[in-house]
C-alpha cells in the first residue's frame, strides 16, 4: 500500500528554518500532485503548499516568500524548506495527495 511518510520536524527557535520531507513511492512523486498541509491546535487543518505533475507551484498566502516547496525523484521525496519561521507556524505538517489516507504528520514547534 502506497504511503506518504513525514519526517523533519522540531523544535526551532522564531526566524530559523527547518526541512520537512515527505517520502513516498515513485508513481505518486511523478504522476500527483502532492500537497503539505499544518494542523494548529484547535484549529482546521489548511493548505500550506502544492506541487504538480507539471512542477506548477502553489503557497498559502502565509506561507508566501518564505516556504519552499521541492521534489527529488531519486529519492521519492517532497521537500517543505521552511525559512523565517514564526510562533504562528507551529503545527503538525502533513503531506498528502489526491485519494490518499492521512499519515501522523511531523510536528513544528516555532519557539519566540
Known amino acids: 500500500q502506497v504511503q506518504l511518510v513525514e519526517s523533519g520536524g522540531g523544535v526551532v527557535q522564531a526566524g530559523g528554518s527547518l526541512r520537512l520531507s515527505c517520502a513516498t513511492s515513485?508513481?505518486?512523486?511523478?504522476?500527483?500532485?502532492v500537497g503539505w498541509y499544518r494542523q494548529a491546535p484547535g484549529k482546521e487543518r489548511e493548505l500550506v503548499a502544492t506541487?504538480?505533475?507539471?512542477?506548477?507551484?502553489y503557497y498559502g498566502d502565509s506561507v508566501k516568500g518564505r516556504f519552499t516547496i521541492s521534489r527529488d525523484y531519486a529519492k521519492n521525496t517532497v521537500y517543505l524548506q521552511m525559512t523565517s519561521l514564526k510562533a504562528e507556524d507551529t503545527a503538525v505538517y502533513y503531506c498528502?495527495?489526491?485519494?490518499?489516507?492521512w499519515g501522523q504528520g511531523t510536528q513544528v514547534t516555532v519557539s519566540s
Open positions: 506541487i504538480s505533475t507539471r512542477g506548477i507551484v
Open positions: 515513485g508513481s505518486i512523486v511523478r504522476n500527483k500532485g
Open positions: 498528502n495527495s489526491p485519494g490518499m489516507g
